[in-house]
């Protein structure tokens, strides 16, 4: 089976006074029909850029400067390289009024983090529900307005019929959010784009709404990108992961396998860092270091300043995430060179960088000029010389 | 529902501020050094003349007296006589109510008129030689004092090229027979609009500047909004997004500057009265300072304060109107 | 007191608290209200009000904290946790005399806080500080971090100027930082290095006692732990006493001995940590337990259990702050009601309240709710007038009858529960704000 | 003994240049007077309004000699006879007719009038006026009024507002109630119309054309200030000092002021261009500044009389004014943008 959208090598760069943000930087991956594909990464891993760029909705001064996206046949992103190595947008991408007219909306729609500033407060939350579905369904006022009531009535807004007159102020967050995927529903996409749509809720909300999301996506089958932060979600409703780091992908893997087979070191390092709602973590397991600047990556493989297996070659050699499965396995992506026989690398020869023994004061420095560590390294005292 | 609740909530609101307006005016007028009396009479009057005014002006009474009769005579229209033209202050004030109100309203609806759309296309084509140029146009407005402009305007339309007249106003409601070279009601409103275009914009260019100022800034940030973002994500065309989306949200402050604007509004129409010598309420004030026709100084004063106060109201309830959060607490 | 017992209390407090040796902090019957001003308020803030003197039109109180009972020993960790709008973090003030409270004490080492005022308070300040959730706003911009540490020794006269600058140094090296950032300003530094500042300010006046305030919020996971372990490690070195508030469950759980759940105002129940997580028996920590999404794809079957939204806390619920939400809500003792029957009744009650459907026919809402157990004798008498009111049309008036007959009788609704309950793991006792807990209760 | 002098130089002694800027701490990162000036001098805007307030303010200072003064000195015509403009010979002490109206008419100057509105000469560019004084020397002079009467006004205002709107947000509840709602019955009446109102009552005077300008703009930095104080409260660092048990003072001292003071720096630069305007608009209508002293609100005034001999007679005044206020208002908008990134577009 085809994918329904496939990501290519896609670079999302924002030209700033201080210089150019790298925030997404090459970053491939693919959704197939009816599954739940999840983004996950810590802040300004460049997940929610990455989601705008699939329907170009990145604004100024960010803009998409190369690879490809390509959703059932039709092409969002691409660009072609003259004989000077110039690239420029290539000719068979959609025009912005193709785009509007044929993809926002009706084929991808988009759910974003704050539902409190996503609705507008001058107009009723069911006139913006009409509006969108009149646009995206070719359907007429009344016939838009039945359904936007239907629709509010299946994310399980009580009394939908007098609340489509409501202003979005009379909503809770919790409404609110469900409203929004009302909206996105309600369009009938063939893809949603949920950027942190949990993320601003409190955790009984949240349950709620993945409850119903996870209903939802069933009866209608809809595919899903889900954009988080948080493990806890990804593995609650997401058939496959994508873990990014720094503007690219470290992993790509079936939610089971990425959590019980994991093959990067830094989605290990992340499952290691979490406390457990589950289960009592005695000792914690940061990850040293902080996330360096996607003004000014690091060379190589962008994790190397904070891996715990990070040796001399993975300073040199920037890996692309790579099937690493094993022979009766299921894909599963990875981009680290200690799987040294898909990579082609001298790795195990390679000396050793130890990010932990000098995670006194100066892994900072190494990655940002701001200096100071996060780490708490084997310095001072019991508890964190007990980490290893 | 709420939005009763909340004018009513406004005009009560209002109350005791005019009531400060009347107090602060009270006060001042008493505080003038010297006797009123002895400017009124000018030198030397005799001891029966000065006892007679006192008792007419009622000033042989203690001052808290005078205060209360005083609130009272304002609130039943009654705002004394003026020493100089010896009537009463309301007649003079309805006299030369017209001209300065019909001034201020145009000039006002010159300045949305303009500023909404320069504003408005400014923050579309940001940092775009036309934003530049709004930009540009807009400092220069919010610099140039009004009387100057006028002053210019006269130089050039007047003097120059001697094409419209640099005096006076005329009502468009006026009788055709009272107004000089008309013959018909259509005779009377190319007139007045031809007097009143000048003083118009030489009022209404400081608004202007600063209504596009702050269009610009307050459709930007609004283009930022989230909201925005979403209905570009479904597919809503960029106009649509301006038109709608986006243009109610960015007027409401406009609307809330509106209403404080008239301050400065106020205070130019004084200045552009004198400039045009148009009989307004702007002149009126002017020469009573300079005759020092103090009931006439208060009355003045006391309906600028009104005019401001009420014109802040309408704005607030013209937000309330726009924005259905401010009439929310009010309902429960 | 009247007869509630709030979680602190056992059937004696006193000889009980003196068995588990004297607490660092006591507080008792902590209640805050606020007034609840916002229309006042925004006039305040907002220009457009030019000339508005605003009317009065009579004050609401928001019943932010109720009545709440508990104590922290010292050296512990006790974790506070609960939703958004639930009234930890003005508990945390509260209990901190940042604001006032309406009523109730806060005894701390020996001081009842609640009756300190002035420079007496201020004083007693050295030995209880705080850390707040936002990293950003937390430190003054305009300050550099040396001056930030040194502010509270400099209040309480600690040290000459040198010394200060020696201990800011040495206690920012023991925060994890370089010594040499005394001289940056806190913009150059990361969410992380600002809470360790934080916690630099907080440990330079030698406290004994540290409210954090959802500390690691704000910060990404990976930073979270660097920051929980250095705050373990320094409870250790300085022996300090945490009060840990935070809305995951999580963190809570790795950081904490002891756990108290808020809801509304309120604490509904407060355990041994392991006690509350494997043991938990208030209907709301087992909802909050079963919302949480975990971090293992094999074990998550995460769902939403609670209907509606958290009550307006200016007019709670009576009786049981919970029971609007909850799930295990007891039927009025006048009917005699099977599990089944009484389920039916309040998915019929609570649908009829929200008119979460079309009215059709009387014949269509007995199948829809009522196939299977249909209650017969007085409530299903109540239930016939429902239906009448319903074929007439008066949801409201339906709605009401509903609410008297089924939801006002039940304890729920009449009484606020304090029972306390046997543990079964660990030996910290077991306070549950829930009327479940009326016959099992070991001591009343 | 908390607190030393030292602590002062502390927090205004701030250096912006630390490092490289996280990229969440844009708003934090523009503090510190280094580096709001440096974003000032990156700024054409803002410099460019600087450079012309500084040329007026050179003008202000150094080129005073007004030619009311200048003519009782005729035996000086000798210079001017070599080509040296008469405003050149400088006075160094600052000569106020203000302070003196009673002599000044001793010092108008003799006959004959020479080039009375006429073209521009060597001895007087902008020709002379009815009186045959040098019209460029009163412009310059006007300069002299216009920003010292601007800068004084807003003075008043600023000090009256800050004085008002911080006890105001600072201590809030009953006090707040009271003092805000004194000045919002202030700011009810039209400025304008409060400043005649005071004319009328005090007189013509400047200094009291000065002070009723001033109290007028209470109400706006009264409003500002409070507002700035309230939100700057809620901030988590001053409950952090309190918590620490900073006392209530060094806490206002240390934080409030400090962080709650870039926004009145903006208003009160364009304050300052407001002043002039007001003080321009006074001056025309006969109030304000009184001949002889030269202004150029009254020159405009003046000026409406002579429109059809000498065209620029009209037009030297209000470009004056123009470009000055152009200037406080440039100056003031390349502050806000380098002090306050929230109204930064």
Redesign the interface.
Known sequence: MDPILEVRDLQTHFFTA?GV?RAVDGVSFDVYEEEIVGIVG???AGKSVAAKSI?R?V?DPGSIVGGEVRFKGETIVSFEEDENGERTESEEMLSNREM??R????EI??I?Q?PM???????TVGGQLR??IE??RDVGESRARETAVDMLREVGI??PS?RFGD?P??F?G??RQRV?IA?ALA?EPSLVIADEPTTAL???????????VADLQEKYGTSFIWVT?????????CDRVNVMYLGQMAERAD??SL??DTKHPYTD???D??????Q??E?????VG??P?A?NPPPGCRFHTRCPDAREVCRRTNPEPRDVSGPDERTHRAACLKHEEVFKVDYSASAPIENETSAG?DVGRTS??????????GV?????GA?E | MGIYRYTFNRLLQAIPVMLGVVTITFVMANAIPGDPVQIMLGPSPSQTEIEAIRSRYGLNKPLWVRYINYVAGVLTGDFGRSIFYGEPVTTKIAQRMGPTMLLMTSSYAFAILTAIPLGVISAKRRNKPTDHASRFVSLIGVSTPSFWIGLMFILVFSFHFQVLPSTNLIMPWADPVEVRNAATRVDVLVLSARHLVMPMISLGTLQMAALTRIERSSMLEVLSEDYVQLARAYGVKESAILRKHAFRNAQLPIITILGLQLTGLIGGAVLIETVFQINGMGKLIVNSIFRQDYPLIMGTTIMFGAVFVIGVILTDLSYAYIDPRVTYDEVD | MSDVSGPGEGASAGPDVAEEGDPLLRVEGLTKHFANDSGFLSWLNVERDADGVPVSVGREWVRAVEDVTFDIRRGETLGLVGESGCGKSTLARTVLRLVDPTEGDVYFEGDNLAALDGEALRRKRKDMQIIFQDPQSSLDPRMKVGPIVEEPMKAHGMLDDDGREERARELLERVGLDPQHYNRYPHAFSGGQRQRINLARALSVNPDFIVCDEPTSALDASIQAQVLNTMRRLQDEFGLTYLFISHDLSVIRHISDRVAVMYLGEIVELAGKEELYENPQHPYTKALLESIPVPDPRKSETRGVLEGDVPSPIEPPSGCRFRTRCPEFIAPEQYDLTPEEWANVRAFTRRVIRHGFEMTTRADLEAEFFTEARPGGAAGEALDRAFVLLERGEWDAAADHLRESFTEPSICAREQPAYEVDPEYGDDRHFCACHLQRDAEMTH | MATTGSTEDDVLDADGDVGSLHKDDEIESRVGWRYTLSQIRGDPTALGGLVVIAFMSGLALFATVDAVVFDILSEYQVFAQYGVRKYWIAETFWISPIKEPLETPRLLPPAPLENVYGQGTWAHPLGTDDRGRDILARLVYGSRIAITVGAIATVVGMVGGTVVGAVAGYYGGRVDDLLMRAVETLYAIPFFILVLAFIAVFGTNLAFVMVGVGIASIPTFARLIRSEVVSVREKAYIEAATAAGVRDRNIIRRHVIPNSFAPVLVQGTLQIGTAILIVAGLSFLGFGVQPPTPSWGQMLSKSRAVMIENVWYSIWPGLCILVTVVAFNMFGDGLRDALDPRLNN
């Open positions: 201080d943000v810590e802040s300004g329907m909705l604004e509007r007219e993809i926002r909306g009706r729609a988009i974003f704050d500033e996503s609705l507008n407060p001058v107009f509006e969108f646009i995206n009580p009394e007098e202003y102020h009379e809770s919790g409404m929004l909206m369009c409190d955790v009984t909300v949240e349950g709620q709404i993945l409850e119903q932060h948080d493990m806890g979600v990804v593995a609650e409703i939610v089971d959590f019980h390092a992340l499952l860092s979490l406390p457990r709602p589950d009592t973590v000792e914690l397991k940061p990850i902080v996330m600047e003004i004061f940002t000029d701001t200096g100071a560590v996060d780490a708490d390294g001072h005292g019991s508890r964190g980490d």
